[in-house]
């Protein structure tokens, strides 16, 4: 039997308190490749952008947050895919089809985390959930968006790939010391994926998904990245140092160690073509 692949285009943006997230999961889900057997998918998300969000239980959104986070379960509980493609959106978009694929493949899956950060934040921590969304999926993280996932990995199912280990806050580096995820800095995976495979092997994953933040990238080998802003200082977070092609073919190669199940893309943010829109927007022709 052939297996079913969803394409889940989920524009949330209220973890990373930036309504360009939104903006750019609807670019991307358009410009990706688009596969031909596909059923494509939309979570509703609010588009309330200019209304301040609210603050709750020690970060922000968390009522529209739950109510997304629910939305995207129950299209996946309703589609039963074996296999699914997610646009975000800020980073907690993985929060719903990592969970459910979890359930299906249980310990046989493990978990790729291709970002430059963590994301193991707790609300006292940091006021945005996004930076909490690999702490949910283990049963920490955001207490109230936490206790809707119903398959909770283990730090053993999970390997960050891309970390900027030397930008790790204090609380960042110890929960992690606690938690003992294993991980590979750029400086790891210069010569290739081979500590992912590694990784793969050991833990004889049949089956992997793998969430990618853009931010894991190099800003010099691509653009659209929160730290690229048009007209802002120079950042003083932790900025990725891997390429796309790189990244791409260390994912590729993995695939053939273990089935790829999902993937999730994350805070793709194309400035000129947010830019372009928003400017043009002011004149009245594009309004008539």
Not at 98 to 112: S, T
Not at 125 to 130: I, L, Q
Not at 160 to 173: N, P, Q, R, T, V
Request: glycine residues 6%; contains cysteine.
């Amino acid at each position: 039997m052939a297996s079913k692949t969803v394409r889940l285009i989920f524009p949330e943006w209220q973890g990373g308190v930036n309504p360009n997230y939104a903006k750019g999961a609807e670019i991307l889900a358009l410009i990706a490749p688009q596969g031909n057997q596909c059923e494509t998918f939309r979570v509703p998300v609010s588009e309330d952008f200019d209304k301040e969000l609210e603050f709750t239980d020690g970060f922000y959104g968390k009522i529209a947050i739950l109510a997304q986070q629910k939305a995207a379960y129950q299209i996946l509980e309703k589609s039963q895919p074996d296999k699914i493609l997610t646009f975000g959106g800020d980073c907690s978009v993985s929060q719903a089809p990592f969970d459910y694929l979890h359930g299906k493949y249980q310990k046989d899956m493990g978990i790729l985390w291709i970002d430059a950060h963590p994301d193991i934040s707790e609300p006292e921590d940091f006021s945005h959930e996004h930076a909490m969304v690999l702490g949910n999926l283990l049963g920490g993280g955001a207490p109230s968006i936490a206790e809707i996932v119903k398959h909770p990995f283990t730090p053993q199912q999970v390997m960050y790939a891309g970390l900027i280990e030397s930008k790790l806050m204090d609380y960042e580096a110890k929960k992690l010391d606690k938690l003992k995820i294993p991980y590979a800095t750029p400086a790891d995976l210069a010569d290739g994926g081979q500590p992912v495979i590694q990784w793969l092997k050991e833990n004889k994953f049949k089956y992997f998904a793998v969430h990618f933040d853009l931010d894991a990238l190099s800003p010099k080998d691509f653009y659209s990245l929160l730290c690229n802003e048009p007209h802002t200082p120079p950042v003083d977070y932790a900025v990725g140092q891997l390429t796309l092609a790189d990244t791409v073919h260390m994912i590729a190669d993995a695939s053939k160690e273990a089935s790829l199940v999902g993937l999730t893309i994350a805070e793709y943010l194309p400035w000129d073509i947010i830019n372009i829109r928003k400017e043009f927007a002011k004149l009245d022709i594009f309004n008539d």
